[in-house]
């Protein structure tokens, strides 16, 4: 019963987060904020609210830090990997495609993260000023960085307030929604995310009591690929009509996102985030810097070959902490 009990709050967790994807994008239309910061921070951040929740929730309510650890780095190496796969089915398509700057400044920031957690594990940058983690204060900083490079990316707003009110009509007459219902629908999602992500962690951590799985190993598995499905749901999405750009932006964007989460808990926490006391979150921290790296270099480099290799690497990465 808890396992149907877990597919279907994870099922419902995966429909909130499009349904909200769906209203931010409609949000998009009906203003003149732009698309690109929407869609690149806010709609990323939006599909990592199960992430965040479920982490915050796994560190407070049940005082499970390796859960809320094992979760944050299980979804951003399974993100990794999904973009993986993508990259070599759409290979001759996507190898024409160019990465935006910004992409890869946030995909160096994300591997800095790694670096900073693995500094913290060899006890160099584990100390506090005041009563943060110098960690915290080291990733927040990097998050700030990447939100910045991002919101670069904002491309240019509308010329005039007759197009936007013009597009705003348009996308009234096409759902039948105005703005203000339009934003209180995507609230009541979001709240809705909230309920079931704190559902989803007590119900990961039963599995793991059942299963000896430990709290690692849980976090990443359970929790990380159920609050990875937003994100995959939509990247999928973005490939098939091949908005490449954007989708390489909801993934990079969504785990950065996914480290700042990883702060909040830490700031909120009795006790210690940094948890590397479960060798599956060292393995997870070690394979998610190279996947990376690797993503890095697959969406730096011009020749497909490369790409491919690259990419099918971040797979290898995903199979070897399986493995472990």
């Known amino acids: 019963m808890i396992y149907i009990a877990y597919i279907v709050v994870a099922s419902l967790v995966v429909w909130f987060s499009i349904k909200a994807s769906h209203y931010i994008d409609l949000i998009d239309q009906k203003t003149s904020l732009s698309g690109a910061f929407l869609g690149g921070v806010l709609l990323s951040a939006v599909t990592s609210l199960p992430e965040m929740f479920t982490s915050i929730s796994a560190t407070i309510l049940i005082d499970k830090p390796s859960l809320c650890i094992g979760n944050i780095l299980g979804s951003d190496l399974f993100n990794l990997t999904i973009l993986g796969v993508l990259i070599p089915c759409y290979a001759r398509s996507f190898s024409r495609t160019r990465t935006s700057r910004g992409h890869l400044a946030v995909c160096l920031y994300l591997f800095l993260s790694y670096v900073v957690l693995l500094l913290n594990m060899l006890n160099i940058v584990d100390f506090h000023i005041w009563t943060l983690n ?19 990316e904002n491309g240019t707003l509308p010329e005039g307030a007759v197009e936007a009110e013009s597009a705003e009509e348009d996308v009234e007459e096409e759902c039948g929604l105005s703005l203000r219902q339009i934003v ?10 909230i309920v079931l992500s704190v559902v989803l962690t007590y119900i990961t951590d039963d599995i793991a009591v059942r299963l000896n799985l430990g709290a690692g190993l849980a976090g990443a598995i359970f929790l990380g690929v159920a609050t990875s499905l937003p994100e995959v749901s939509s990247t999928i999405a973005l490939f098939r009509i091949g908005n490449y750009n954007i989708a390489v932006g909801n993934i990079i964007g969504s785990n950065i996102f996914n480290f700042f989460v990883l702060c909040c808990a830490d700031l909120f926490s009795r006790l210690p985030v940094y948890d590397f006391t479960d060798p599956k979150v060292v393995g997870l921290m070690i394979f998610g810097g190279i996947s990376t790296l690797l993503m890095l270099g697959s969406l730096g480099i011009k020749k497909r070959g490369w ?16 493995m472990m």
């Open 184 to 193: 209180t629908r995507f609230v009541l999602v979001s709240l809705g995310i």
């Open 134 to 152: 110098i960690s915290t204060i080291l990733i927040l900083a990097l998050y700030a960085l990447s939100v910045k490079h991002l919101a670069a």
């Open 307 to 322: 790409k491919v290799t690259l990419a099918l690497s971040t797979i290898i990465c995903y199979i070897g902490f399986l």
